[in-house]
């Protein structure tokens, strides 16, 4: 448990961390949230420009990252239904994944972090790393090492490469 003096920091970009990433309502959160890999998911088809030179075989590393399902007031004539498309960033440590993704040209970022429930499923929690006081629940399935469908109450947070 941390003290208030101590600064440490879990997650391995060295930003905010996520407040209480396996609390109540994640987990009731996990408990209703079962994605399954579909070809007709929005994320199955192509939407990234690609990059072949990523390491294979592992999600850590570079993505494109998107997410939709809420209106970003900084964004004029933003809505929830339009995606927010940016980059991301994947890196495991332990049991945990921590993704660091951006939005609107970089200005505004987000992290999440998840614990691995077996070799697909992630279970965590998102904070919008420019307004904090907004985190909440999100559960990944990663299709592949190109693929990672994201879901949380409201929407979507996907990364493809």
């Not at 060295?14 to 579909?38: C, H, K, L, Y």
């Not at 239904?81 to 440590?93: F, S, Y």
Request: glycine content about 12%; proline content about 7%.
């Amino acid at each position: 448990m941390k003290s208030e003096g101590d600064l440490t920091i879990r997650n391995p970009f060295g930003v905010m961390d996520v407040p209480n990433p396996g609390d109540d309502d994640v987990t009731q959160f996990a408990r209703i949230t079962m994605p399954e890999e579909s070809a007709t998911d929005e994320n199955a088809k192509p939407w990234s420009p690609g990059d072949a030179s990523y390491q294979r075989g592992t999600i850590d590393g570079e993505w494109s990252s998107r997410w939709k399902g809420a209106a970003d007031p900084t964004i004029p004539g933003d809505a929830p239904d339009k995606w927010k498309q940016g980059r991301g960033e994947a890196r495991t440590v332990g049991d945990r994944v921590y993704l660091l993704f951006d939005w609107n040209s970089g200005a505004r970022r987000g992290l999440i972090e998840a614990r691995r429930e077996g070799p697909r499923r992630l279970v965590g929690k998102y904070i919008n790393l420019n307004n904090p006081e907004i985190t909440v629940p999100w559960v990944g399935l990663v299709v592949s090492d190109q693929r990672i469908d994201g879901y949380f109450a409201q929407g979507r947070v996907d990364f493809r490469r």
